[in-house]
């Protein structure tokens, strides 16, 4: 939640005359992102308002990596999947290097969608959240891109050595004998031969607007990467199926989440099989992250990191043997 | 720059429906305002889409402040000055009490302006903006609220006398005598006499809202009070006619920006002949305020206190005898 980089409304004004979406009527910075500078833009264009959200890259996106991101979001809308397009400037570009006091930092505009984030979601909402990501799994079936997921096991691995069983206790007495435990059993057990291909792999609902019932935009693609569809499903599980805190765990939101992904893409009898295990993964992969972040994060940082624990206890939560059977609940499929 | 109250779509569209402006569609935190949290909201209604900000009231506005302030735009707005008028709720208030974790707090749905801020002005535009302080200093005439004026000479006083000598001279070994000098000499000179009403005694660029060289909205009137109406133009002046830095006096701006202002409200020969005095204690005002800040905000707050130097150069400007005639300029009238 910032706005890193500083813009003069003339400075705008001239960012926003590189595309071709009318004259600047408004600009405001927005509270939304962690590492990106975000501005909710409105241009007038042939007597029509037209919205846009302009995101300044701050260093933690490699600009390389922008093509993958802009032109998956293009692919997906164009095959009618809930997500912004990306406008491209009058010379085709989907992102522009804009010079700063800091260097040059790279830009693009992109679509604004309507819809508010919900942070206490009905299972009507977490179906139609599962219908969407079956959705773009499929729409991105003949997009050329890929890369490499950089927040998988190898990721975890580090991180979670990084913080140093003392780190890890001082966060919890019990948690390096848990993570421990995991790390060995998910490295034995990872599996490899899943359907996959284009994944959003942090579909939290701060990433989803809604209206009512119906999903009006994923967004947030920074972690978008090739990696096992079942996988996605167990983030967006955990991400959804809890209260924040990780606790209360919800099992109509679990079965309606389930039910919705699976309505428009059935998942194989083995990626099902697959699914506690992975759920597992996903719960220790934001683990991993928080408990570097709140460990790393200096005390005058800007940004508050969150609460490593509240995926401890999801972790705990799919590894509890008494849950065994979660996701094995009869499916329509 | 920041949204400190943590609002759930849920508990916004709660909010909203207090007011009968339709349905809620989007709501983004934006990252304006020092001491409140606002988020700008669209609705639709009747298939039309409207905008709006909202605003939640953080400890540094009284709540029983805020009637004088709302009811200001209302009436400002209602005579077709370039203010955005307040949506009241269902039940006809200004301003509600929102429960948070916090404790009570107060927010207020606020008409959305089209415009930008700018950071260079023109002439042009600094005429323009002379032109909505007079008309906002006419049309306030009937409004029947009063407000004293909360930052003026005492309080700028007490604040220079709570940073001490040594903290001022901390900031600048000649800022203890400069502001020794100053405060002396306006204790014994401010005038009483001139005419007074309501001013906005903030008007900043950052609080224009601007297409081209037309305001479109002057916005945060939460400075607003009963006062001398030159001494907002020196204010206003002050804000306009430098670089950010306090250097760079403009005089293509302060003659445009004064003319602007005569054309609407002509300036008494007193108030003219009183301009230079005043602007001093502008200039004052906004040192003792940022001298202040920035001795007293600890090095871990979210807010980067601003330059109090920026404010003792322009003090320095209009104190130097040679610039005595920087307001006696032929003016048309």
Same mark, same amino acid.
């Given at each position: 939640?910032?706005?890193?980089?500083?813009?003069?409304?003339?400075?705008?004004?001239?960012?926003?005359?590189?595309?071709?979406?009318?004259?600047?009527?408004?600009?405001?910075?927005?509270?939304?992102?962690?590492?990106?500078?975000?501005?909710?833009?409105?241009?007038?264009?042939?007597?029509?308002?037209?919205?846009?959200?302009?995101?300044?890259?701050?260093?933690?996106?490699?600009?390389?990596?922008?093509?993958?991101?802009?032109?998956?979001?293009?692919?997906?809308?164009?095959?009618?999947?809930?997500?912004?397009?990306?406008?491209?400037?009058? =010379?085709?570009?989907?992102?522009?290097?804009?010079?700063?006091?800091?260097?040059?930092?790279?830009?693009? @505009?992109?679509?604004?969608?309507?819809?508010?984030?919900?942070?206490?979601?009905?299972?009507?909402?977490?179906?139609?959240?599962?219908?969407?990501?079956?959705?773009?799994?499929?729409?991105?079936?003949?997009?050329? #891109? =890929?890369?490499?997921?950089?927040?998988?096991?190898?990721?975890?691995?580090?991180?979670?050595?990084?913080? #140093?069983?003392?780190?890890?206790?001082?966060?919890?007495?019990?948690?390096?004998?848990?993570?421990?435990?995991?790390?060995?059993?998910?490295?034995?057990?990872?599996? =490899?031969?899943?359907?996959?291909?284009?994944?959003?792999?942090?579909?939290?609902?701060?990433?989803?607007?809604?209206?009512?019932?119906?999903?009006?935009?994923?967004?947030?693609?920074?972690?978008?990467?090739?990696?096992?569809?079942?996988?996605?499903?167990?983030?967006?599980?955990?991400?959804?199926?809890?209260?924040?805190? #990780?606790?209360?765990?919800?099992?109509? @939101?679990?079965?309606?989440?389930?039910?919705?992904?699976?309505?428009?893409?059935?998942?194989?009898?083995?990626?099902?099989?697959?699914?506690?295990?992975?759920?597992?993964?996903?719960?220790?992969?934001?683990?991993?992250?928080?408990?570097?972040?709140?460990?790393?994060?200096?005390?005058?940082?800007?940004?508050?990191?969150?609460?490593?624990?509240?995926?401890?206890?999801?972790?705990?939560?799919?590894?509890?043997?008494?849950?065994?059977?979660?996701?094995?609940?009869?499916?329509?499929?």
């Amino acid at each position: 939640m910032a706005v890193y980089t500083r813009l003069g409304a003339e400075e705008m004004a001239g960012i926003i005359a590189a595309f071709d979406v009318g004259t600047l009527i408004s600009a405001k910075g927005i509270a939304e992102g962690v590492s990106n500078s975000n501005w909710l833009i409105e241009t007038e264009q042939d007597g029509t308002g037209r919205r846009f959200i302009l995101t300044i890259y701050e260093s933690r996106t490699e600009v390389a990596e922008l093509p993958f991101f802009l032109d998956l979001l293009d692919h997906l809308a164009a095959r009618g999947a809930p997500v912004p397009r990306t406008m491209h400037d009058t =010379t085709g570009a989907s992102h522009r290097l804009h010079r700063t006091a800091e260097g040059d930092k790279a830009l693009a @505009l992109i679509e604004f969608l309507p819809g508010v984030s919900v942070s206490e979601p009905t299972p009507g909402q977490a179906e139609a959240v599962g219908g969407a990501l079956a959705q773009i799994h499929l729409a991105a079936a003949d997009f050329p #891109g =890929t890369r490499a997921n950089t927040m998988a096991l190898p990721a975890w691995q580090q991180l979670l050595k990084d913080c #140093g069983r003392e780190g890890l206790e001082s966060l919890h007495p019990d948690l390096g004998t848990l993570v421990e435990r995991e790390l060995a059993q998910l490295a034995q057990s990872w599996p =490899t031969d899943l359907p996959r291909g284009v994944i959003h792999a942090d579909l939290f609902p701060d990433n989803v607007l809604m209206l009512g019932e119906k999903v009006t935009g994923l967004i947030d693609f920074y972690f978008a990467c090739t990696d096992l569809f079942a996988y996605d499903v167990a983030v967006t599980h955990a991400a959804w199926c809890f209260g924040a805190d #990780g606790s209360r765990f919800d099992p109509a @939101l679990s079965e309606a989440l389930l039910r919705g992904y699976m309505a428009v893409r059935p998942m194989s009898e083995s990626e099902r099989r697959a699914l506690p295990l992975l759920a597992r993964g996903a719960a220790l992969r934001f683990l991993a992250t928080r408990a570097y972040d709140w460990l790393n994060t200096p005390a005058d940082a800007l940004v508050t990191p969150k609460d490593p624990m509240a995926f401890a206890r999801r972790l705990q939560f799919y590894a509890d043997p008494a849950n065994a059977d979660l996701f094995a609940q009869k499916m329509p499929v």
